[in-house]
């Protein structure tokens, strides 16, 4: 679900960095922790610490991109 962004705004929109919330993003851009919750699990994220980044773009869709787990990656 697209969330209104501000006009201008060529960056996205940094939500999650290293698999933390960035609170005061949360606040500035009046966000509820539950909707991230919610679109990480959508995009099929159980935990918010498998995320290395995550934001919205200057279309307002939430986007992830993964955390690298060396060993699922091992063969």
């Known amino acids: 679900m697209p969330i209104p962004v501000k006009q201008n705004r060529n960056l996205p929109v940094q939500i ?40 919205i773009n200057c279309d307002g869709q939430f986007f992830i991109v993964p955390l690298f787990n060396e060993k699922k990656y091992k063969q």
């Not at 606040?27 to 995320?51: M, P, Q």
């Open 16 to 55: 999650i960095n290293n698999g933390k919330i960035i609170e005061s993003v949360m606040t500035e851009f009046n966000l509820d922790i539950d909707w991230v919750y919610s679109e990480a699990k959508r995009l099929g994220y159980k935990n918010i610490k498998d995320i290395f980044y995550a934001g």
